[in-house]
């Protein structure tokens, strides 16, 4: 973990911009193959999501299919792991959007934050059968 991840996690934007004006790369991973912007996804650091992406969009464009090196479909998993939805909601503001399951997890993800009484119970009904093996000894 390099100076710029250990920001990143902190939530220091401001540190984080002059760490990679000074050279440090966004696309760096640290020892948990981790990007400084999923770091900052992960623990919901929404100045510095947006920091980096701005940095990064300033020297690669704002085509969201072209940064690749951040990793921004892992940032947005990320994110909703984390259940940090203005995190996801910030994601898809700047332009990213997600593929049909992501948006799915990204739906269910808002309900448990608006209505946490309504998340539904697994469906599925696993009643025990009996069967003649069950009987036998």
Do not use: Y
């Not at 400084?36 to 920091?51: D, R, S, T």
């Amino acid at each position: 973990m390099n100076a710029l991840h250990f920001s990143a996690e902190l939530g220091n934007a401001e540190i984080c911009e002059f760490l990679i004006r000074d050279g440090l790369s966004l696309e760096e991973t640290d020892s948990r193959n981790l990007t400084p912007l999923q770091i900052a996804c992960q623990n919901g650091h929404n100045n510095v999501v947006e920091k980096l992406i701005n940095i990064n969009s300033e020297r690669h464009g704002k085509d969201f299919s072209k940064l690749d090196n951040l990793r921004i479909s892992s940032c947005f998993a990320l994110a909703l792991s984390g259940n940090k939805i203005e995190t996801a909601e910030l994601l898809i503001k700047l332009g990213f959007r997600p593929d049909e399951h992501k948006k799915t997890q990204f739906e269910r993800a808002i309900e448990k934050r608006d209505n946490p009484s309504a998340i539904t119970k697994n469906p599925i009904n696993v009643s025990h059968r009996s069967t003649n093996h069950d009987h036998q000894k």
